[in-house]
Protein backbone atom coordinates (compact mmCIF):
# COMPACT_ATOMS: atom_id res chain seq x y z
CA UNK A 1 0.00 0.00 0.00
CA UNK A 2 0.87 4.00 -0.75
CA UNK A 3 2.82 4.91 2.27
CA UNK A 4 4.20 8.70 2.78
CA UNK A 5 6.37 9.34 5.99
CA UNK A 6 7.99 12.64 6.74
CA UNK A 7 10.88 13.30 8.85
CA UNK A 8 13.21 15.80 10.05
CA UNK A 9 10.62 18.49 11.84
CA UNK A 10 11.33 19.96 15.18
CA UNK A 11 12.55 23.35 16.63
CA UNK A 12 14.62 25.75 14.91
CA UNK A 13 15.14 29.21 15.81
CA UNK A 14 14.32 32.24 14.15
CA UNK A 15 16.33 32.83 10.72
CA UNK A 16 17.61 29.52 10.80
CA UNK A 17 17.02 26.09 8.17
CA UNK A 18 15.59 23.22 8.53
CA UNK A 19 15.35 20.20 6.04
CA UNK A 20 12.37 18.25 5.58
CA UNK A 21 12.06 14.47 3.97
CA UNK A 22 9.19 11.94 3.22
CA UNK A 23 9.80 9.00 1.80
CA UNK A 24 7.85 7.16 -0.54
CA UNK A 25 6.76 3.28 -1.03
CA UNK A 26 4.59 1.11 -2.55
CA UNK A 27 4.08 3.74 -5.49
CA UNK A 28 6.21 4.11 -8.33
CA UNK A 29 7.53 7.28 -7.16
CA UNK A 30 9.22 9.03 -9.93
CA UNK A 31 5.79 9.14 -12.33
CA UNK A 32 4.02 11.66 -9.35
CA UNK A 33 4.06 14.66 -9.20
CA UNK A 34 4.65 15.66 -5.44
CA UNK A 35 3.24 18.79 -2.83
CA UNK A 36 4.06 20.09 0.34
CA UNK A 37 0.74 21.41 2.29
CA UNK A 38 0.92 23.02 5.77
CA UNK A 39 -1.07 23.21 8.97
CA UNK A 40 -0.53 26.30 11.09
CA UNK A 41 -1.80 25.40 15.21
CA UNK A 42 -5.52 25.34 15.10
CA UNK A 43 -5.65 26.79 11.79
CA UNK A 44 -6.52 25.89 8.14
CA UNK A 45 -4.73 23.80 5.65
CA UNK A 46 -2.45 26.03 2.94
CA UNK A 47 -0.43 24.41 0.20
CA UNK A 48 3.58 25.58 -0.16
CA UNK A 49 4.99 23.96 -3.21
CA UNK A 50 4.89 21.34 -5.73
CA UNK A 51 7.26 19.77 -7.85
CA UNK A 52 6.38 17.56 -11.22
CA UNK A 53 7.03 14.15 -11.36
CA UNK A 54 10.57 14.35 -13.21
CA UNK A 55 11.87 17.31 -11.32
CA UNK A 56 11.34 19.63 -14.72
CA UNK A 57 9.22 22.28 -12.63
CA UNK A 58 8.61 23.43 -9.51
CA UNK A 59 6.30 26.16 -8.12
CA UNK A 60 5.79 27.38 -4.42
CA UNK A 61 3.36 29.69 -2.68
CA UNK A 62 3.94 33.48 -2.32
CA UNK A 63 4.88 32.89 1.52
CA UNK A 64 7.42 31.10 1.43
CA UNK A 65 9.26 31.75 -2.46
CA UNK A 66 12.28 32.52 -2.47
CA UNK A 67 12.74 30.90 1.00
CA UNK A 68 11.59 27.27 0.11
CA UNK A 69 13.12 24.88 -1.96
CA UNK A 70 11.33 21.89 -2.93
CA UNK A 71 13.01 18.95 -4.58
CA UNK A 72 13.51 15.26 -5.46
CA UNK A 73 15.41 12.36 -6.05
CA UNK A 74 13.43 9.84 -7.45
CA UNK A 75 16.49 6.80 -7.31
CA UNK A 76 15.85 7.12 -3.29
CA UNK A 77 11.97 7.50 -3.50
CA UNK A 78 12.19 10.32 -1.56
CA UNK A 79 10.90 14.15 -1.54
CA UNK A 80 12.71 17.33 0.28
CA UNK A 81 11.50 20.38 1.44
CA UNK A 82 14.58 22.87 2.06
CA UNK A 83 13.13 25.62 4.42
CA UNK A 84 16.02 28.71 4.64
CA UNK A 85 15.36 32.01 6.76
CA UNK A 86 12.59 30.47 8.56
CA UNK A 87 9.89 33.09 10.42
CA UNK A 88 7.97 32.44 13.59
CA UNK A 89 5.25 32.12 11.34
CA UNK A 90 5.90 29.19 9.62
CA UNK A 91 5.31 26.91 12.15
CA UNK A 92 3.19 24.12 11.37
CA UNK A 93 2.36 20.67 10.51
CA UNK A 94 3.94 20.09 7.02
CA UNK A 95 2.66 17.03 4.75
CA UNK A 96 3.40 15.70 2.02
CA UNK A 97 1.08 14.56 -0.67
CA UNK A 98 0.63 12.91 -3.85
CA UNK A 99 -0.79 14.30 -7.08
CA UNK A 100 -2.21 11.13 -9.31
CA UNK A 101 -3.64 14.01 -11.63
CA UNK A 102 -4.54 18.00 -11.25
CA UNK A 103 -3.72 18.73 -7.95
CA UNK A 104 -5.81 15.31 -6.67
CA UNK A 105 -4.34 15.21 -3.63
CA UNK A 106 -4.65 11.35 -2.89
CA UNK A 107 -2.40 10.09 -0.76
CA UNK A 108 -0.56 12.13 2.02
CA UNK A 109 1.84 11.44 4.85
CA UNK A 110 0.79 11.93 8.46
CA UNK A 111 2.72 15.21 8.95
CA UNK A 112 6.08 16.32 10.83
CA UNK A 113 5.55 19.57 12.89
CA UNK A 114 8.08 22.42 12.78
CA UNK A 115 8.01 25.14 15.57
CA UNK A 116 10.12 28.11 14.87
CA UNK A 117 10.46 29.77 17.73
CA UNK A 118 13.82 31.51 20.00
CA UNK B 1 -5.35 35.63 -7.06
CA UNK B 2 -8.67 33.43 -7.21
CA UNK B 3 -9.71 33.47 -3.43
CA UNK B 4 -12.22 30.61 -2.15
CA UNK B 5 -14.64 31.16 0.87
CA UNK B 6 -16.34 28.36 2.41
CA UNK B 7 -19.93 28.56 4.20
CA UNK B 8 -20.59 28.28 6.96
CA UNK B 9 -17.11 28.14 8.84
CA UNK B 10 -18.87 25.35 11.44
CA UNK B 11 -22.70 23.81 11.72
CA UNK B 12 -23.88 21.50 14.32
CA UNK B 13 -25.91 18.51 13.27
CA UNK B 14 -27.78 15.31 13.83
CA UNK B 15 -27.17 11.40 12.67
CA UNK B 16 -28.97 11.31 10.28
CA UNK B 17 -29.08 14.97 9.10
CA UNK B 18 -28.63 16.64 5.65
CA UNK B 19 -25.04 18.51 6.07
CA UNK B 20 -24.66 20.70 2.65
CA UNK B 21 -21.56 23.24 2.34
CA UNK B 22 -20.79 25.95 0.05
CA UNK B 23 -18.05 26.80 -1.50
CA UNK B 24 -17.26 29.76 -3.55
CA UNK B 25 -14.63 31.19 -6.02
CA UNK B 26 -14.23 35.13 -6.63
CA UNK B 27 -13.76 34.15 -10.82
CA UNK B 28 -15.20 31.51 -12.68
CA UNK B 29 -12.72 28.29 -11.56
CA UNK B 30 -14.76 25.97 -13.92
CA UNK B 31 -14.93 22.73 -12.24
CA UNK B 32 -11.45 22.63 -10.85
CA UNK B 33 -12.43 22.08 -7.13
CA UNK B 34 -11.46 19.10 -4.93
CA UNK B 35 -13.20 18.84 -1.38
CA UNK B 36 -11.16 17.12 1.76
CA UNK B 37 -11.98 15.74 4.86
CA UNK B 38 -9.61 16.25 7.81
CA UNK B 39 -10.70 14.63 11.63
CA UNK B 40 -8.64 16.02 14.62
CA UNK B 41 -4.86 15.00 14.49
CA UNK B 42 -5.15 13.23 10.81
CA UNK B 43 -4.00 14.21 7.36
CA UNK B 44 -6.28 15.17 4.76
CA UNK B 45 -8.53 12.82 2.90
CA UNK B 46 -9.22 13.22 -0.66
CA UNK B 47 -13.60 12.87 -1.36
CA UNK B 48 -14.65 14.67 -4.36
CA UNK B 49 -12.17 15.35 -7.23
CA UNK B 50 -12.96 17.98 -10.09
CA UNK B 51 -16.26 19.34 -8.53
CA UNK B 52 -18.52 16.18 -8.84
CA UNK B 53 -16.11 12.77 -8.72
CA UNK B 54 -16.08 10.26 -6.22
CA UNK B 55 -12.84 9.38 -4.88
CA UNK B 56 -12.87 5.54 -5.13
CA UNK B 57 -13.70 3.84 -1.93
CA UNK B 58 -15.38 7.41 -0.60
CA UNK B 59 -18.90 6.21 1.30
CA UNK B 60 -21.98 7.32 -1.39
CA UNK B 61 -23.29 10.11 1.00
CA UNK B 62 -20.86 11.88 0.04
CA UNK B 63 -21.72 14.15 -3.29
CA UNK B 64 -20.41 17.64 -4.53
CA UNK B 65 -21.95 19.87 -7.46
CA UNK B 66 -21.36 22.97 -9.06
CA UNK B 67 -19.05 24.75 -11.19
CA UNK B 68 -18.01 28.10 -12.36
CA UNK B 69 -18.23 30.42 -8.51
CA UNK B 70 -20.58 28.49 -6.82
CA UNK B 71 -19.89 24.43 -5.53
CA UNK B 72 -21.60 22.80 -3.02
CA UNK B 73 -20.59 19.63 -0.88
CA UNK B 74 -23.45 17.16 0.59
CA UNK B 75 -23.66 15.05 3.15
CA UNK B 76 -27.05 13.29 2.61
CA UNK B 77 -27.20 11.18 6.31
CA UNK B 78 -24.31 12.28 8.79
CA UNK B 79 -22.86 9.63 10.45
CA UNK B 80 -21.09 10.07 13.56
CA UNK B 81 -17.21 9.18 11.63
CA UNK B 82 -18.14 12.38 9.41
CA UNK B 83 -17.38 14.45 12.17
CA UNK B 84 -14.42 16.64 10.93
CA UNK B 85 -13.22 19.33 9.45
CA UNK B 86 -13.87 19.62 5.35
CA UNK B 87 -11.94 21.90 2.79
CA UNK B 88 -12.33 23.08 -0.81
CA UNK B 89 -9.67 23.33 -3.03
CA UNK B 90 -9.15 24.89 -6.04
CA UNK B 91 -6.09 24.33 -8.22
CA UNK B 92 -5.79 25.94 -11.55
CA UNK B 93 -2.58 25.88 -14.61
CA UNK B 94 -0.23 28.85 -12.88
CA UNK B 95 -0.11 26.26 -11.06
CA UNK B 96 -1.43 27.60 -7.38
CA UNK B 97 -3.42 25.33 -5.37
CA UNK B 98 -5.49 27.32 -2.75
CA UNK B 99 -7.22 26.03 0.16
CA UNK B 100 -10.82 27.35 1.58
CA UNK B 101 -10.96 28.18 5.07
CA UNK B 102 -12.65 25.07 5.71
CA UNK B 103 -16.21 24.05 7.64
CA UNK B 104 -16.11 22.63 10.81
CA UNK B 105 -18.63 19.66 11.25
CA UNK B 106 -19.90 18.24 14.58
CA UNK B 107 -22.61 17.08 16.58
CA UNK B 108 -25.97 19.07 17.84
Known amino acids: QVQLVESGGGVVQPGRSLRLSCAAS????????MHWVRQAPGKGLEWVAVIWYDGSNKYYADSVKGRFAISRDNSKNTLYLQMNSLRDEDTAVYFC???????????WGQGTPVTVSS | DIQMTQSPSSLSASVGDRVTITCQASQDISNYLNWYQQKPGKAPKLLIY???NLEAGVPSRFSGSGSGTDFTFTISSLQPEDIATYYC??????????FGPGTKVDFK
Open chain 1, 97 to 107: ARDIRSARLDF
Open chain 1, 26 to 33: GMTFRNYG
Open chain 2, 89 to 98: QHYDNLPQFT
Open chain 2, 50 to 52: DAS
